[in-house]
């Protein structure tokens, strides 16, 4: 089996059968479940060394980049109101 990327247009769904409407009745949306305490997606600019220093570092940590973004976002305004 490869591990290269295959588009969705080059996949063949023709042995999969349609779902009926009684199926698609009893579908459910599946996601993130709500706490209540969702975050919001922003953009910003960022230098691309910076960016890289902070993946480097969150690879390290085991974490993905965005939380540990987060997580030093919040400590600085953490030490900004001190």
């Given at each position: 089996m490869s591990d290269e990327h295959i588009l969705d247009r080059d996949i063949d769904f023709s042995d999969i059968p349609e779902s009926t409407p009684e199926e698609l009745k009893r579908a459910v949306r599946i996601g993130r479940p709500s706490t209540g305490k969702a975050k919001h997606m922003i953009a910003f600019?960022?230098?691309?060394n910076l960016l890289s220093?902070?993946?480097k570092l969150a690879a390290k940590r085991e974490t993905p980049?965005?939380?540990l973004l987060h997580e030093l976002l919040e400590d600085?305004?953490?030490r900004q109101r001190a």
């Open positions: 600019r960022i230098a691309p220093r902070i993946k980049y965005q939380t600085a305004v953490k």
